[in-house]
């Protein structure tokens, strides 16, 4: 199935724990991606998850892109839950391939085309200017009220294993 999932609409009642989502319409769930589907049916059907609610694609965080204007970041999932410490902790997490968290280089054996490689530029400048003013979003909501707020970009190589590790219940 791997590879195959592309974009879609969950319906949270279809899961065990539709009442985690907390988003506008539990009918229309939008992933953009596999790693998304994953990632969001976690919450759904997983028992010894500690989730309190979490949306998709509702939380809004301004920042001024490379044109100099004022846009709207739509993040992939807001995730509130209890850590082992009993803090509320909110997430503000973001899923993106590997390939878009890091500068795009070009190589002497590369046959990326200029015109590739500049695409790729304007988009991590782009991912850069969102994810700075969403961990600035975050550090100000932490220091203005009594949870935790944290941003966390996530690619394919631990989208399944760092962040559902972290929320799951305490096993005392």
């Known amino acids: 199935m791997k590879g195959q999932l592309k974009q879609g609409i969950l319906k949270a009642d279809n899961f065990k724990y539709p009442e985690r989502?907390?988003?506008?319409?539990?009918?229309?769930?939008?992933?953009?991606?596999?790693w998304e589907y994953s990632f969001m049916?976690?919450?759904l059907d997983s028992p010894s998850i500690n989730v309190e609610?979490?949306?998709?694609?509702?939380?809004?965080?301004?920042?001024r892109s490379v044109d100099g204007r004022m846009h709207r970041y739509f993040l992939d999932f807001y995730v509130k839950f209890k850590a082992h410490n009993g803090e509320t902790w909110n997430l503000l997490i973001e899923i993106k391939p590997y390939n878009q968290t890091?500068?795009?280089?070009?190589?002497?054996?590369?046959?990326?085309t200029r015109k590739t490689l500049n695409s790729e530029v304007e988009?991590?400048?782009?991912?850069q200017l969102k994810w700075?003013?969403?961990?600035q979003l975050c550090?100000?909501?932490?220091?203005?009220?009594?949870?935790?707020?944290?941003?966390?970009?996530?690619?394919?190589?631990?989208?399944?294993?760092?962040p559902?590790?972290?929320?799951?219940?305490?096993?005392?």
């Not at 609610?53 to 920042?63: C, T």
């Open 53 to 63: 609610g979490w949306n998709s694609e509702e939380f809004i965080v301004h920042y």
């Open 102 to 112: 890091i500068r795009p280089k070009m190589s002497a054996k590369s046959s990326k």
């Open 21 to 34: 989502y907390i988003g506008k319409d539990r009918d229309k769930i939008v992933y953009r991606s596999s």
């Open 132 to 135: 700075q003013s969403a961990r």
């Open 139 to 162: 550090k100000q909501k932490t220091m203005n009220s009594n949870e935790k707020w944290f941003f966390w970009v996530l690619h394919e190589h631990h989208i399944n294993f760092v």
């Open 123 to 127: 988009t991590y400048k782009i991912n």
């Open 41 to 43: 049916t976690q919450f």
């Open 164 to 172: 559902m590790r972290l929320l799951k219940k305490n096993s005392k």
